[in-house]
């Protein structure tokens, strides 16, 4: 059985109680691995470990850090078939999802802020007051801590800026997608990487997660998960005083305008909603469309739906693997019920799909559509987490954007219409931090990426990043 142990002072290592978590297949329902069950004394070990590598790290050119980044992709590159296998073993992916899209990601990510920090300038402001110039210092030792839905994506998006910038970090994956994480750190030690440079801590969020975030030596936090959790991690870091960089959860609009181009429409709306399972924060599982085109709209998704194949994720055919847990399966199955309860009619889906042979006991969902839910119901405020997608009608784009807006969360949005001036205003209006207008997922990293509300707190992405892992320090000269 495969063990996904700590990674500290670049070596292997157990927790310190010697204990394990259970990681499963969500496509099998299988025990396929045990994860270190780390706590409070393995965060003290890491941290320290982290604080003594900091200085030397620190004092390396941006130039040689980016080096270090960019062999750590090249490295990754090389091993890409087991990143893969990896990647899809604990989170149930299909494989194709992880191959054309979230593996080449976690290299880009390496790759763009390798290059970003050599690039990166700091301010100099004179004429008013002396010569001013600022300093943009590393913070110390900071925690990455990431979610199961992305898990090497996420990963690679936090420790690459942190590192580039001169942290050293202190990473805790989601203990239910711990692989790929471990075989990353084992690489980066593969490679030559500084020992304590890169550290990795298992375990239960409550345990380890909390005692990272708590420990005083660690100066910022970069957490992406769910909004319960961002709350509790924001008011710890207020109170200790650092830095936290919190991206959650959301309840994302796709907006069809009648004039919505058609071309791609059905697979753009269904790509938004069932991706992944519908395990994407930016998944737009609130889909508005216009009423006077919503019959016609409501057709398009349904002959589009049957290319949403649910099965197996080893097979090439297969678009909707499992969900990630049993947890996850049982939260969306209630969501669906709650649906019906509340009059939602359901175009499709809204069952789990049992499949034979090998994915017998696999957490898989249908691929669901709902529509006439009470605009009331509380399902169009919660995250589901899951492939499902509720239609609802509107009448003008002040409804539409009454509708969007009626969330706690305010992570992403999507408009489609032909017509400029709507799109313009909408994205001006809506309460999102990320919107795309005649697309979904259409991501430039050097753009800012974050969200308003109960989505989060700051903003990562280019210079966002690199900002946020470093102090800034004005230096003056009264000339
Ligand atoms: P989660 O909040 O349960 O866990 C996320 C991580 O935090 C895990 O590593 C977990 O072990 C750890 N954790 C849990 N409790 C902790 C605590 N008290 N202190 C410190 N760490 C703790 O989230 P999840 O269920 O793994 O992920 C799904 C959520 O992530 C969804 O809400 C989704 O929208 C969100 N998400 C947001 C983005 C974004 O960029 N906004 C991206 C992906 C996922």
Same mark, same amino acid.
Request: proline share 6%; with cysteine.
């Given at each position: 059985?495969?063990?996904?142990?700590?990674?500290?002072?670049?070596?292997?290592?157990?927790?310190?109680?010697?204990?394990?978590?259970?990681?499963?297949?969500?496509?099998?329902?299988?025990?396929?691995?045990?994860?270190?069950?780390?706590?409070?004394?393995?965060?003290?070990?890491?941290?320290?470990?982290?604080?003594?590598?900091?200085?030397?790290?620190?004092?390396?050119?941006?130039?040689?850090?980016?080096?270090?980044?960019?062999?750590?992709?090249?490295?990754?590159?090389?091993?890409?078939?087991?990143?893969?296998?990896?990647?899809?073993?604990?989170?149930?992916?299909?494989?194709?999802?992880?191959?054309?899209?979230?593996?080449?990601?976690?290299?880009?990510?390496?790759?763009?802020?390798?290059?970003?920090?050599?690039?990166?300038?700091?301010?100099?402001?004179?004429?008013?007051?002396?010569?001013?110039?600022?300093?943009?210092?590393?913070?110390?030792?900071?925690?990455?801590?990431?979610?199961?839905?992305?898990?090497?994506?996420?990963?690679?998006?936090?420790?690459?800026?942190?590192?580039?910038?001169?942290?050293?970090?202190?990473?805790?994956?989601?203990?239910?997608?711990?692989?790929?994480?471990?075989?990353?750190?084992?690489?980066?030690?593969?490679?030559?990487?500084?020992?304590?440079?890169?550290?990795?801590?298992?375990?239960?969020?409550?345990?380890?997660?909390?005692?990272?975030?708590?420990? %005083?030596?660690?100066? !910022?936090?970069? +957490?992406?998960?769910?909004? =319960?959790?961002? @709350? #509790?991690?924001?008011?710890?870091? &207020?109170?200790?005083?650092?830095?936290?960089?919190?991206?959650?959860?959301?309840?994302?609009?796709?907006?069809?305008?009648?004039?919505?181009?058609?071309?791609?429409?059905?697979?753009?709306?269904?790509?938004?909603?069932?991706?992944?399972?519908?395990?994407?924060?930016?998944?737009?599982?609130?889909?508005?469309?216009?009423?006077?085109?919503?019959?016609?709209?409501?057709?398009?998704?349904?002959?589009?739906?049957?290319?949403?194949?649910?099965?197996?994720?080893?097979?090439?055919?297969?678009?909707?693997? %499992?969900?990630?847990? !049993?947890?996850? +399966?049982?939260?969306?199955? =209630?969501?669906? @019920? #709650?649906?019906?309860?509340?009059? &939602?009619?359901?175009?499709?889906?809204?069952?789990?799909?049992?499949?034979?042979?090998?994915?017998?006991?696999?957490?898989?969902?249908?691929?669901?559509?709902?529509?006439?839910?009470?605009?009331?119901?509380?399902?169009?405020?919660?995250?589901?987490?899951?492939?499902?997608?509720?239609?609802?009608?509107?009448?003008?784009?002040?409804?539409?954007?009454?509708?969007?807006?009626?969330?706690?969360?305010?992570?992403?949005?999507?408009?489609?219409?032909?017509?400029?001036?709507?799109?313009?205003?909408?994205?001006?209006?809506?309460? !999102?931090?990320?919107?795309?207008?005649?697309?979904?997922?259409? @991501?430039?990293?050097?753009?800012?990426? &974050?969200?308003?509300?109960?989505?989060?707190?700051?903003?990562?992405?280019?210079?966002?990043?690199?900002?946020?892992?470093?102090?800034?320090?004005?230096?003056?000269?009264?000339?």
């Amino acid at each position: 059985m495969l063990k996904a142990l700590h990674h500290i002072a670049g070596a292997p290592r157990i927790a310190s109680d010697g204990s394990f978590l259970d990681v499963h297949d969500p496509a099998t329902g299988l025990c396929i691995a045990k994860v270190a069950r780390g706590d409070a004394a393995d965060v003290e070990a890491a941290v320290e470990v982290a604080g003594l590598a900091q200085p030397a790290w620190a004092a390396l050119r941006p130039s040689e850090r980016a080096a270090w980044l960019f062999r750590l992709a090249e490295a990754m590159e090389r091993k890409a078939e087991d990143f893969i296998e990896l990647e899809a073993l604990d989170t149930g992916k299909p494989l194709a999802l992880i191959r054309d899209i979230e593996f080449p990601r976690a290299l880009a990510n390496l790759r763009f802020f390798a290059a970003a920090v050599t690039q990166f300038a700091s301010e100099c402001h004179h004429g008013e007051a002396g010569l001013n110039y600022t300093l943009r210092q590393p913070l110390g030792v900071v925690a990455c801590i990431t979610p199961w839905n992305l898990p090497l994506y996420l990963f690679t998006w936090k420790i690459a800026p942190a590192l580039a910038t001169g942290n050293t970090v202190v990473a805790k994956p989601s203990e239910l997608t711990p692989l790929s994480a471990t075989r990353l750190a084992e690489l980066a030690s593969e490679i030559g990487l500084p020992p304590g440079v890169l550290n990795l801590v298992h375990g239960r969020g409550e345990d380890a997660g909390r005692a990272l975030v708590t420990h %005083p030596r660690v100066r !910022a936090v970069s +957490f992406t998960g769910s909004t =319960r959790v961002g @709350r #509790e991690i924001g008011a710890v870091c &207020g109170g200790q005083l650092k830095k936290a960089s919190l991206e959650l959860g959301g309840k994302n609009a796709s907006i069809v305008f009648a004039d919505a181009p058609r071309e791609g429409l059905a697979e753009t709306l269904l790509r938004a909603g069932w991706q992944n399972s519908g395990q994407i924060c930016l998944c737009g599982s609130r889909l508005l469309v216009q009423r006077s085109v919503f019959d016609e709209v409501r057709t398009a998704l349904l002959e589009a739906a049957p290319r949403w194949v649910v099965g197996d994720p080893r097979h090439a055919e297969t678009r909707l693997g %499992p969900l990630a847990s !049993a947890a996850q +399966f049982d939260r969306v199955c =209630r969501a669906v @019920r #709650e649906a019906r309860e509340a009059g &939602g009619r359901i175009l499709l889906g809204g069952e789990p799909v049992r499949l034979d042979g090998r994915c017998e006991g696999g957490w898989f969902y249908a691929p669901t559509l709902i529509e006439d839910l009470p605009e009331d119901c509380p399902l169009h405020q919660q995250e589901i987490f899951g492939p499902v997608i509720v239609l609802q009608p509107f009448d003008d784009a002040a409804d539409a954007l009454r509708l969007a807006n009626a969330t706690p969360y305010g992570l992403a949005a999507s408009v489609f219409t032909r017509d400029l001036a709507t799109a313009h205003a909408m994205a001006a209006r809506l309460h !999102a931090g990320v919107i795309w207008i005649n697309g979904w997922m259409i @991501r430039d990293l050097r753009t800012p990426f &974050g969200g308003f509300g109960d989505s989060g707190l700051g903003r990562e992405g280019g210079l966002e990043s690199l900002r946020f892992f470093t102090e800034p320090k004005n230096v003056c000269l009264p000339i």
